[in-house]
């Protein structure tokens, strides 16, 4: 079983699939509390920003009251996209783990490494644990929305 963490990233994808979102959760961890959940909320809240990531960064700084999100790790359904991989640079995370990559827009790993861009003035360390679950739900929607 993956660790705690990854359930609740998981759990938050649901939401986001019960929602007809794209189904990507993402939860911010520190010294082992929970900061943050979140999942897509692009076509609800009709903005382009709402991406699981992005909202969960959000949240994390408010409870934090800081924009620095020092020594948190982000846990996501998917590889984070540009944008996504942007705001978790900005935002000073230590860490981030994905559960299932992204061919099309993965930033980390997929399409561009951006984490491992010496250029930039901060580092983000990352990991890759694939969650089968995460990819074969992503799939599923996506299959689903070509049929309809």
């Known amino acids: ?14 939401k986001a699939k019960d929602k007809n979102e794209v189904p990507v ?3 911010i961890v520190k010294d082992g509390i929970v900061l943050a ?13 709402y991406h699981a990531e992005t909202m969960a960064i959000e ?3 408010k409870m934090l009251a800081s924009w620095r999100l020092d020594g948190c790790v982000l846990y996501t359904t998917l590889e984070p ?6 705001a978790i640079l900005q935002s000073r995370m230590e860490k ?3 559960t299932s990559l992204d061919a099309k827009f993965g930033c980390v790993v ?13 580092r983000v360390s990352y990991e890759y644990r694939e969650d089968i679950r995460s990819k074969l ?7 689903d929305l070509r049929k309809n």
């Open 110 to 122: 997929s399409q561009y490494t951006l984490f491992d861009d010496n250029l930039l003035g901060h």
């Open 96 to 98: 981030v783990v994905f």
């Open 81 to 86: 996209c540009i944008m996504c991989a942007g």
């Open 25 to 27: 959760g993402a939860v």
């Open 59 to 61: 949240k994390a700084c």
């Open 1 to 14: 079983m993956l660790d705690k963490y990854i359930e609740l990233a998981y759990s938050e994808a649901l």
């Open 37 to 49: 959940k979140a999942h897509n909320l692009r076509i609800t809240k009709s903005n382009a920003l």
């Open 137 to 143: 739900l992503l799939q599923e929607f996506f299959k």
